[in-house]
């Protein structure tokens, strides 16, 4: 398992442990989490396959850009242990 997904299981035991508003907020976060990765990831295979199939070019700027974003995704206040 991955640093993001160690660090949520921690976070997830903890919203079960509490009451049903802790838990509520969890899962509204945690449905916004990962709806927030997984455009990004839909947006790196897009510009990995637009480079590896379709001859574009992956410039250093887009793909800083989309590094950036991935990195943020562990400074959420789950990935600072929040």
């Known amino acids: ?3 993001l997904g160690l660090k949520t299981l921690a976070q997830a035991t903890k919203a079960i442990d509490g009451d049903d508003v802790a838990y509520a907020s969890w899962l509204a976060f945690i449905d916004d989490l990962t709806a927030t990765r997984d455009a990004l990831v839909e947006e790196i ?3 990995l396959n637009d480079a590896v199939f379709g001859g574009k070019k992956l410039d250093g700027a887009q793909a800083q850009q ?3 974003r991935a990195e943020q995704l562990l400074g959420h206040p789950i990935g600072n242990g929040g």
């Open 1 to 3: 398992m991955d640093e």
């Open 45 to 47: 295979k897009q510009a």
């Open 66 to 68: 989309l590094l950036d």
